[in-house]
Nanobody
């Protein structure tokens, strides 16, 4: 079917930067909105940023001005550039995508999630 594979997480000091990537693969007909969500220990999963197929973006207030979401439609990949990282950005980051897949001669649209990548901001 479809896989979303994330990469780029890790440990970074406060004020540092990381770039997350998420590549979609499989029997893809079309990818609509893509986004990043995060979940800190003991917290609910929350939206970080989303981007439409046309490039319109939306950000959580907590990351505006520090994070930038982008996508490469030719590569079925979404990115999250994270600058000026803070300890409160520590979380597991999940990629999400709204995708139509081929099912025989038809297509079916579903919401897909990646497996998550850990981002830890600590000195």
């Amino acid at each position: 079917q479809v896989q979303l594979v994330e990469s780029g997480g890790g440990l970074v000091q406060p004020g540092g930067s990381l770039r997350l990537s998420c590549a979609a693969s499989g029997s893809i007909f079309s990818i609509y909105a893509m986004g990043w969500y995060r979940q800190a220990p003991g917290q609910q999963r929350e939206l970080v940023a989303t981007i439409t197929s046309g490039g319109s973006t939306n950000y959580a207030d907590s990351v505006k001005g520090r994070f930038t979401i982008s996508r490469d439609n030719a590569k079925n990949t979404v990115y999250l550039q994270m600058n000026s990282l803070k300890p409160e950005d520590t979380a597991v980051y999940y990629c999400n995508a709204d995708i139509s897949v081929y099912v025989g001669r038809a297509t079916r649209r579903n919401d897909y999630w990646g497996q998550g990548t850990q981002v830890t901001v600590s000195s």
